[in-house]
Every structure is written in C-alpha cells, then in structure tokens.
C-alpha cells in the first residue's frame, strides 16, 4: 500500500538534515574551494554508504550519535569562532582586510610544516564538509531507519529521504552561483557564525544538555552572534577612531 | 600528545578564547550531568558570548596601548 504519510514525514525529517548539511558545504565551499568541500562531502557520502551496506538497520544501534556529535560539534564550534573571530577583527579594523590570501597561504605553510598536507587539498575544507555531512547523513539514516520500521514503510520513508536528497541538491545548485558574488570577508563572517552556531547545538547535543526550541536554537545562537559581532565592530571602531583623533591632535600640538 | 598540539594549534587562535570555550563546555557537561540540561544550554550560550568578548577586548586594548 502506499504511504504517503511516512514518505513525506522522511521527505520533511531528512530535508531538515540534508538543509543543513548543504549550507554548510555551499560557505566551505564558496570560501575554501569547491574541490575539497565537494570531496568532503562525497567521502562521507561513501562511508555512509558503505557502514550502511554492510551492517544495515542495526546501525541505529550500533554507532553512539552523541560521540559522532560531541567530536564533530567540537572540531566546528573551534573552527568556526576562529573565522568569526578574525572576520570580526577585520570588521573592527583590528586586522588587515587584505591580507587573505596571505593569510591561507601562512596557514597552508603551517599545515605543510605541521606534515598535515597533501598536495591540492584544502584539509579544513575537507574535514569540515565531510563531518557535517558525516553527521547530518547519519541522522536523516537514523530518521529513514526508525520511521521506516516502526511505520512498516521503509521503502516510503527511503523514497522520501531520496526526494528530499534530489530537491537539497537542486536548491544547491541553482544558489551557488549568487553566492560566490557575496564578499569574501563577508562570506567569512557568516560562515563563521554558522559554524560556530551549529558546532556549539552539536557539542550540547553530545553533552546532554537541553536547548531550548531543540534545532530552532541554532537559529538564536546564530541571532546572538550577529548581535554581538555588530556591536563589537561598533565599539572599536569608535574606540580606534578616538585613539586616532586623539593622536592627530597630539602631532598637530 | 604531539599530534593534539598540533591539531590545537591549528584550530585555535587564541588560547584566551579557547580556554574560557573549553571551561564553559566543561561546567555544562557538568551541570546537565547533575539534572539541570537547560542550565548547561544557557552555559554553552554564554561561553560563546564571553569568550568572544573577551579575545576581542584584549586585541582592542593591544591595539589601543601600542
């Protein structure tokens, strides 16, 4: 019989997941290169696949979400407020605005020096994209598997979470090209928010904790950031802009 | 242990705003073990908040003393 409902349940739950898992590989992507988030991305797609060919629906049981979610959330929250933070010290003109690439180059080096590189991968990128889709697949897997079982519609529900993956792609596709006109340091900034809002829901996921509103709280984290980061530029930048004053009016004295 | 250095120092900045993240994280892990989930969520919350201030205060005071 077909079941409409536990298709568009998994259509809705999954879509949810594979939201999230493609803005985060759209800003990598935008910012670091398409080769390496896509790579990324792709290999967790594969390793899924495969953990999933292998052992099947027991793997609800089998992996720990919480570990995945605490190692993933952790590795983005600290990344994450690494960009922000320096996105905001640009803003503030606390930091060069154009320093960039200089800057990529100096972290490739340090990478290279650390015996962390392989030539032609961004591993930041890399690691960032294949985590979050890592994650995020691993959760829409477990929404297919126990909706499925407990409805006695797997197939629905795998036909909803295959829909949900076409029209996720769909939507990527057709924003990538507005999104790469976004200004770098903006582009940055975001990202940085983003990272850090979903890192920091991840980790509490993995630690326990209870948010509020559940998933809707990335969304607040993310407000209170911005909020945050706005006021933060303004601050400095009046305070730079007095030291400045106060400097010129010495000199001319 | 090397290979955990390494790894914090490419993830992380500033010791500062890591440091203060870390201990918020470590008290949520704490008060939502002791039954109080949503406290650890405000802690999580606040973490941010505070170690963002604080890593970027210092750098405003660096820049305004030098």
Redesign the interface.
């Known amino acids: 019989m077909f079941n409409v409902y536990a298709m568009l349940a998994s259509f809705l739950g999954t879509g949810v997941e594979f939201v999230e898992a493609l803005t985060i590989i759209l800003a990598v992507g935008v910012i670091r290169g398409w080769k390496s988030a896509l790579l990324g991305a792709l290999t967790a797609v594969v390793v899924l696949g495969v953990l999933i060919g292998i052992i099947g629906a027991p793997l609800v049981a089998i992996i720990q979400v919480f570990w995945v979610q605490l190692l993933v959330g ?2 983005m ?3 994450g ?2 960009w ?3 996105a ?2 640009r803003y ?1 003109g ?2 060069s605005l154009h320093d960039e690439a200089e800057s990529y180059q100096e ?1 490739v080096e ?2 290279r020096q ?1 015996g ?1 590189v392989a030539s032609g991968i961004d591993r ?1 990128a890399f690691l960032t994209t294949f985590s979050g889709t890592f994650l995020e697949g691993l959760e829409a897997i477990f929404i297919v598997i126990t909706f499925g079982l407990t409805a006695h519609a797997i197939k629905f529900t795998i036909i909803g979470a295959v829909i949900a993956v076409v029209v996720v792609m769909l939507v990527g596709f057709l924003l990538r090209s507005p999104l790469s006109k976004v200004p770098e340091n903006t582009m940055k900034f975001i990202v940085g928010i983003m990272l ?1 809002s979903f890192g ?1 829901f991840w ?2 996921e993995g ?6 509103q559940a998933d809707v ?1 990335i969304l607040y ?1 993310a407000a ?2 911005l909020l ?2 706005w006021l ?1 530029v303004i601050r ?1 930048k009046s ?2 802009r007095l ?1 400045n004053t106060q400097i010129s009016k010495s000199v001319e004295g | 242990m090397k290979v955990l250095g390494t790894l914090w120092g490419l993830l992380v900045d500033d010791g500062r705003l890591a440091s203060i993240l870390v201990i918020a994280l470590l008290l949520a892990a704490l008060v939502s073990h002791l039954g109080h989930p949503t406290v650890g969520s405000i802690l999580i919350w606040l973490g941010l908040i505070v170690s963002l201030f604080v890593s970027i205060e210092h750098q405003l005071t660096l820049k305004t003393k030098s």
């Not at chain 1, 630690?207 to 509020?212: A, E, G, I, R, Y």
């Open positions: 952790l590795f929250l600290l990344f407020i690494r922000l933070r320096k905001i010290l503030s606390l930091k972290e340090r990478q650390a962390e930041f850090t920091a980790v509490g630690l326990n904790v209870s948010w509020l709280s984290i209170t950031l945050l980061s933060t400095c305070k730079i030291m």
